[in-house]
């Protein structure tokens, strides 16, 4: 049995894709920006760290997503406030 973890997947990618595709989402919710805002910014350090692996357009496609929803989120709370 081959126990070795698998050397192509890289967690620290998909978190930031995930982050990013949430917080482009909640980006449109009023006050839910702020949630946004803070998902964006963990959402872009992660996706600096998944740039590093093999999967690199998981990497930039969650860099992407998540520099999107910083900028709509902090539009959208400019707005509201």
């Given at each position: 049995m081959n126990n070795q973890p698998n050397p192509?997947?890289?967690?620290?990618?998909?978190?930031?894709?995930?982050?990013?595709?949430?917080s482009v989402v909640l980006c449109w919710l009023g006050w839910f920006s702020v949630i946004s805002l803070?998902?964006?910014i963990?959402?872009?350090?992660?996706?600096?760290k998944g740039?590093?692996?093999?999967?690199?357009?998981l990497g930039t496609a969650g860099l992407v997503l998540s520099i999107?929803?910083?900028?709509l989120s902090g539009l959208t709370l400019l707005c509201v406030v």
């Open positions: 192509t997947y890289n967690g620290n990618a998909t978190a930031s894709l995930v982050l990013g595709i949430v803070v998902l964006g963990i959402g872009i350090t992660q996706a600096n740039r590093l692996s093999e999967k690199k357009g999107i929803g910083v900028v």
